[in-house]
């Protein structure tokens, strides 16, 4: 909501007044000498000289005490200089002489009121003005909206949410303006702009044993001595997308640019194209965890919007689409957090404490987005507040503002994330893939499985280093499936169902097996050509050789394998901890190996292809003395033979 006082008065000064003239005086009616010095007034307000004009009204009045132009101007430079219940009282004192001067009195009367917080007082007169039938449709939907807002504001005020923010320190701010921070995963490096003179520049800090080093100039080639800001860091921090302006060569008066972080530096940057850019203004990006969705703000319908692309199979970009959760006003700054589900932005468009106000949309079960819910006061107050991340726990919000005391203008601050809007608690794992012989590191597939839902989570490849890093969410289980060509797969279980916090990432070294060459001569008697390969998303239910329904996600890969490499032959193996008898435990054990292969089988599997085997509690990995040892114990593997 915009309050735009001046456009108002302006028009209050060229209205035609229809009550009687003795009643008062205008700057057509009013002595010489008042109308000299209302003149005079008038020239310094229009020179933003608002101490002068205020005296130069002071004079008007007194020669002329019904002097109603001079009091409307009056109070229009008491507006500007924010002392805003001397503007009120020259509003009322319009009102007093003349109660139908015009409808559009009492509006800029409940401004000033809202200004002070006297929020019943500005809902009274905006309900004046409101009843007094005024036929200008866009005025009386800014009356409306201030109504609303005063409501709201009441609301939020009287009932204000946890907000305790913490300068950033020294090492991080400066004399100079400092905004627009963005985190990694691991929330080990902050990057942020900083202007520095007449440009923007990147700073770089890093984390150590819990404190933040001096920040750094970024650099070439990322930094020039061009403009380089609002920008957005990958999980990983191995990709930047940040906003470039006035460049040439560029679609429109702001682009999207990126750069990879590649043996230790940054690549040279490059524009990320159309259809993300276009003839219009392109900038505040956010990237997904997994780097498949890129959140940005555009101005490409006449207003801001935000909008989002999907990264394609090829690498290349979708035709971005508008959320929304987008309004007729100006939603911009988007930040989605590393949980994949809670989108932060800035917006106009929905009612909150006066302008740009920070509000949080939490994806839906279908996808589509819930209704926004602002962050609530003093985290939004009537100024215009701007983007925000948060780390990845949820709990910890980094953002700029003025802030008095701090070391400049603009400084960096952090505060406790109220817990009602919090993101859900996410933590990430670093899969580092190796060739289980030559040790050496792999590019490989990575696949991650909603067990609860068998929906995919995210999908991902490792670096030249055969290193990637993806983002968990708590409270789901999670299936990992590892693959490449010409290798068998490994998978991993991430519990995270019951978890609420977690201290540790995970990190996660998997070996992949080369699949053996066909043999030009089969044996009688086969071997076991392999080391086990544990199923580590195959369930049973306790006690009993009956699969649980989560077991599909895991078996079908298994299944995947074995379509796809006609020559393997396998032995399914089953495991079982230590509690019951060794004879139950053997039974069982088989009994579990045999669902496996029955499952395989039922899906078009050849029988000949498939062996089973159950080794009850003789071959325990690890101690059954803990409940974690006996899950590890009780498992279902297969081997090569």
């Not at 009287?158 to 907000?163: G, K, L, S, T, W």
């Not at 509690?579 to 053997?586: H, L, S």
């Not at 498939?610 to 509690?617: I, N, P, S, V």
């Amino acid at each position: 909501m915009k309050l735009n006082i001046y456009i108002i008065i302006a028009l209050l000064l060229s209205a035609t007044v229809l009550t009687a003239q003795k009643e008062y005086v205008t700057k057509t009616t009013a002595h010489k000498k008042a109308i000299k010095a209302y003149r005079l007034g008038d020239v310094f307000n229009g020179r933003r000289q608002y101490r002068q004009a205020i005296a130069a009204f002071d004079k008007a009045i007194k020669k002329e005490p019904t002097f109603l132009d001079a009091y409307l101007l009056r109070a229009d430079s008491y507006y500007a200089i924010k002392e805003y219940e001397k503007a009120e009282a020259d509003f009322e004192k319009i009102i007093e002489i003349n109660p139908k001067y015009n409808a559009r009195i009492y509006y800029v009367i409940g401004i000033t009121e809202y200004e002070q917080d006297k929020f019943e007082e500005a809902k009274a007169h905006i309900q004046e003005f409101l009843d007094l039938g005024y036929r200008n449709e866009r005025l009386v939907k800014r009356a409306e909206d201030l109504f609303k807002t005063c409501e709201f504001a009441a609301e939020a005020m009287a009932n204000p949410v946890p907000f305790n923010p913490q300068n950033m320190g020294k090492n991080i701010n400066s004399r100079m303006p400092e905004y627009l921070p963005t985190l990694t995963a691991d929330g080990e490096t902050l990057l942020f702009t900083r202007r520095v003179g007449n440009q923007e520049d990147f700073f770089i800090s890093m984390k150590k044993n819990g404190e933040w080093q001096l920040a750094e100039n970024l650099g070439p080639p990322i930094n020039t001595y061009e403009n380089e800001g609002a920008e957005t860091i990958s999980a990983d921090g191995r990709i930047l997308v940040y906003t470039v302006c006035n460049r040439k060569q560029d679609y429109g008066s702001c682009d999207l640019y990126f750069s990879e972080f590649k043996k230790g530096n940054w690549t040279k940057p490059k524009n990320m194209g159309q259809p993300i850019n276009s003839r219009a203004w392109e900038s505040q990006p956010s990237l997904s965890a997994d780097g498949q969705t890129l959140y940005f703000t555009s101005n490409r319908n006449k207003h801001k919007d935000i909008f989002k692309s999907e990264r394609q199979a090829d690498g290349s970009w979708s035709q971005p689409v508008a959320l929304s959760i987008n309004t007729a006003g100006h939603d911009e700054g988007p930040f989605i957090h590393s949980d994949n589900e809670t989108l932060y932005f800035t917006s106009t468009g929905y009612t909150g404490m006066g302008k740009s106000d920070l509000f949080l949309s939490r994806r839906q079960a279908d996808g589509s987005w819930g209704t926004p819910q602002n962050l609530g006061y003093p985290i939004n107050t009537k100024a215009n507040e701007g983007a925000l991340v948060i780390s990845l726990d949820g709990e910890t919000a980094y953002f700029a503002s003025t802030k008095e005391g701090g070391f400049g203008t603009v400084d960096l601050y952090t505060f406790e994330m109220p817990e009602a809007l919090r993101p859900t608690p996410t933590t990430y794992a670093v899969i580092k893939v190796f060739d289980a012989k030559t040790k050496q590191p792999l590019r490989a597939n990575l696949e991650v499985v909603n067990l609860s839902t068998e929906n995919k989570h995210t999908s991902a490849k490792t670096d030249e280093e055969g290193e990637v890093l993806i983002c968990l969410p708590m409270g789901k289980d999670y299936a990992l499936n590892v693959n490449k060509e010409s290798y068998l797969f490994h998978s991993e279980n991430f519990a995270l169902k019951e978890v609420t916090s977690q201290n540790e990432p995970f990190v996660v070294k998997v070996f992949l097996q080369k699949i053996p060459p066909k043999p030009a001569v089969a044996t009688q008697q086969p071997t076991i050509s392999s080391k086990p390969i544990v199923l580590n998303n195959v369930f049973f239910k306790s006690s009993l050789a009956t699969l649980e329904g989560n077991s599909a996600v895991e078996l079908n890969k298994l299944y995947d394998l074995l379509s796809e490499n006609e020559s393997i032959r396998i032995q399914i193996n089953g495991h079982t901890d230590n509690v019951g008898t060794d004879t139950d435990n053997q039974r069982l054990s088989e009994a579990r190996a045999k669902t496996v292969v029955d499952f395989l089988i039922k899906k078009g599997i050849t029988a000949s292809r498939l062996k089973y085997k159950g080794f009850g509690e003789s071959q325990p990995v690890t101690t059954n003395e803990t409940a974690e040892g006996r899950q590890k114990n009780r498992r279902t593997e297969f081997v090569l033979y």
